[in-house]
């Protein structure tokens, strides 16, 4: 019969809640590490902290898009304005101040022709773009936006 679990656990019961806190290990020296770090968290616990880790502040937008320019997501800006062309000619323009942003960074300019021969112009997620790296799923693409 296999082990679900592992061989060495320890619970103890902390601060004014009664929180609980365990620790598992798989050999004794682990384990005894383990119970040091369980006392530097009770120390946390009984001065008024919370076992349990704060989550983390939101990131700044300039933070995000470098998130997701380090992830390969959004392609780095190389300053200035570009522009691009997709397979049914319609033209996007990168760089351009009004277009505003998203949740993937700024927004793409897109000017175009409709089926009725209109001209159009709007703001695209950087996903909905030539300008976009790699694959990318279809539900990460943000809404257009439309200049006024």
């Not at 806190?21 to 770090?37: D, F, G, K, N, P």
């Not at 942003?101 to 022709?113: A, F, L, T």
């Amino acid at each position: 019969m296999a082990m679900t679990e592992a061989p060495f656990s320890l619970t103890i019961k902390v601060g004014p809640k009664g929180e609980l806190l365990t620790c598992r290990a798989e050999t004794a020296q682990e384990m005894t590490a383990r119970v040091s770090e369980l006392r530097d968290i009770e120390q946390v616990v009984l001065q008024g902290g919370s076992a349990t880790s704060t989550p983390a502040a939101e990131p700044t937008v300039e933070q995000a898009v470098q998130n997701l320019q380090d992830a390969g997501v959004v392609a780095p800006p190389t300053g200035g304005i570009e522009q691009m062309q997709d397979r049914f000619n319609n033209n996007y323009t990168r760089g351009v101040p009004d277009a505003g942003s998203c949740d993937h960074g700024p927004r793409i300019v897109k000017n175009g022709i409709n089926k009725s021969g209109k001209a159009y112009k709007a703001f695209v997620c950087v996903n909905e773009s030539p300008f976009r790296q790699g694959k990318y799923d279809a539900s990460a693409v943000c809404k257009i936006a439309w200049p006024n």
